[in-house]
């Protein structure tokens, strides 16, 4: 199985403002993943962090507002641009291993933007 | 539209009572189906996961049930703890860059 951690665990930022999240997994993964939980809402997948390239955004999110890296492995940094308050959320990290039947979450990032 | 339906939306039942979660879906392709607990303020932790030719899967007071065929699962909960409490996400793998498809949750809570 795979640990994953996440910083910080919540936030209160001022609109116009910028945060970046980082996400540690403790072992080798493969598939990485970042992903928006409003409250009462399912998960919503913003990206696919790729290794050493741009991530791979779906419909709705594009790299100017939520721009990610994964410079190795088991690391990766999402980060909330020019925020406004409809961005407050939680933002999950989340990680597939070699049997990619199995997909560990971290604990998630609450963000508030007053 | 691949879609994953949980119901209720929410439940609150006596400690020690059994409860069953249920799940509609209608992804395709279909690999596996997946049962999730989060607790609040925590990311989703795995209870089981199934494949099509599982009907059935048990983890502790946790089991989990699959009908392929009428695209339903159900996940029942017995002896209910207070720990129980949480959101139960069915999760249906099909679709999409990360292959899955995410139901909105159920949000049980059990009173002592």
């Known amino acids: 199985s795979a640990v994953i951690s996440q910083k910080p665990s919540r936030d209160i930022c001022q609109r116009g403002t910028s945060l970046t999240i980082q996400c540690q997994v403790d072992?080798?993964?493969?598939?990485m993943f970042w992903y928006r939980q409003q409250p009462g809402q399912s998960l919503t997948l913003i990206a696919t962090a790729n290794q050493g390239s741009e991530a791979t955004y779906e419909s709705g999110f594009v790299i100017d507002k939520f721009p990610i890296s994964r410079p190795n492995l088991t690391f990766s940094t999402l980060t909330v641009s020019n925020m406004s308050p409809e961005d407050s959320s939680i933002y999950l990290c989340?990680?597939?291993?070699?049997?990619?039947?199995?997909?560990?979450f971290g604990p998630g990032t609450r963000l508030t933007v007053t | 539209k691949n879609q994953v339906e949980q119901s209720p939306q929410s439940l609150i039942i006596l400690e020690g009572k059994n409860c069953t979660l249920q799940?509609?879906?209608?992804?395709?392709?279909?690999?596996?189906l997946r049962w999730y607990k989060q607790d609040t303020g925590r990311g989703p932790v795995s209870l089981t996961i199934m494949t099509f030719s599982e009907n059935t899967k048990s983890n502790g007071r946790y089991t989990a049930t699959l009908d392929a065929d009428t695209k339903q699962s159900s996940l029942h909960i017995t002896a209910s703890q207070l720990s129980d409490s949480a959101s139960y996400i069915c999760v249906v793998s099909g679709g999409g860059a990360d292959g899955l498809t995410f139901g909105k949750g159920t949000h049980l809570i059990i009173q002592p």
């Open positions: 989340s990680a597939t291993g070699a049997n990619s039947y199995e997909q560990y």
């Open positions: 072992s080798q993964v493969t598939m």
């Open positions: 799940c509609n879906y209608t992804v395709s392709p279909f690999s596996n």
